[in-house]
């Protein structure tokens, strides 16, 4: 079972930034795609960035220019660099790594790392 970690939330002011971190328990070179999630409260849960195995990045429109993911395979670690951030950035961000085995998609989650935006 693999373990991913998600930390570097908190509570930060509108234009500021913040870096989060997943740390994986395996070697994330098996998973084929690594994504960032956010949900804030009652609305569903958002993909926000994803980042393959290739080092392709990916962004939904709203933090273009913004968000920037990225990988460190070394430390099995995936990074969301956040700057200019909003109140509507505000939401529990989510690592999400997707792996397949015995021609399955395994999917694993971390526990979540909140981020608030506020003045």
């Known amino acids: 079972q693999v373990q991913l970690v998600e930390s570097g939330g908190g509570l930060v002011q509108p234009g500021g930034s913040l870096r989060l971190s997943c740390a994986a328990s395996k070697n994330i070179r098996s998973m084929y795609v690594i994504d960032w999630y956010r949900q804030a409260p009652g609305k569903r849960r958002e993909l926000v960035a994803s980042i393959t195995s290739g080092d392709i990045p990916t962004y939904v429109d709203s933090v273009k220019g913004r968000f920037t993911i990225s990988r460190d395979n070394a430390k099995n670690t995936v990074y969301l660099q956040m700057n200019s951030l909003k109140p509507e950035d505000t939401a529990v961000y989510y690592c999400?790594?997707?792996?397949?085995?015995?021609?399955?998609?395994?999917?694993?989650w971390g526990q979540g790392t909140q981020v608030t935006v506020s003045s």
């Open positions: 999400n790594g997707k792996e397949i085995r015995l021609q399955t998609i395994q999917d694993y």
